[in-house]
């Protein structure tokens, strides 16, 4: 099993960078695909960006393609979500999951998840 612990959430302007970071214990964080998801007040639970285990597949939302840039070091167990061009529908609380299998974290039917981090943005 994997517990994930998110880290780098705040609240920024319009525009601005954060570079949001999960870091995974245990030993099948390299073989697991990893992913972003989001979820605004009111709203379900949305897919970000996923990452295979090797980094080969990578896929994004259409709503966040071009601005934000998920990477993994599995020599750290850290997977990352670099987001720039903040606006402020991308206030949501976003977690970090995993799966070992790429299409499932796609789908976001995830083995596991972590906490969630905090994104605000204001406009």
């Known amino acids: 099993q994997v517990q994930l612990v998110e880290s780098g959430g705040g609240l920024v302007q319009a525009g601005d960078s954060l570079r949001l970071s999960c870091a995974a214990s245990g030993r099948t964080f390299s073989s697991s695909a990893m992913g972003w998801f989001r979820q605004a007040p009111g709203k379900e639970r949305e897919f970000v960006a996923a990452?295979?285990?090797?980094?080969?597949?990578?896929y994004y939302a259409d709503s966040v393609k071009g601005r934000f840039t998920i990477s993994r070091n599995n020599a750290k167990n850290t997977v990352y979500l670099q987001m720039n061009s903040l606006k402020p529908e991308d206030t949501a609380v976003y977690y970090c999951a995993g799966d070992p299998s790429t299409d499932t974290v796609v789908a976001g039917r995830c083995g596991y998840w972590g906490q969630g981090t905090q994104v605000t943005v204001s406009s």
């Open positions: 990452i295979s285990w090797s980094g080969l597949r990578i």
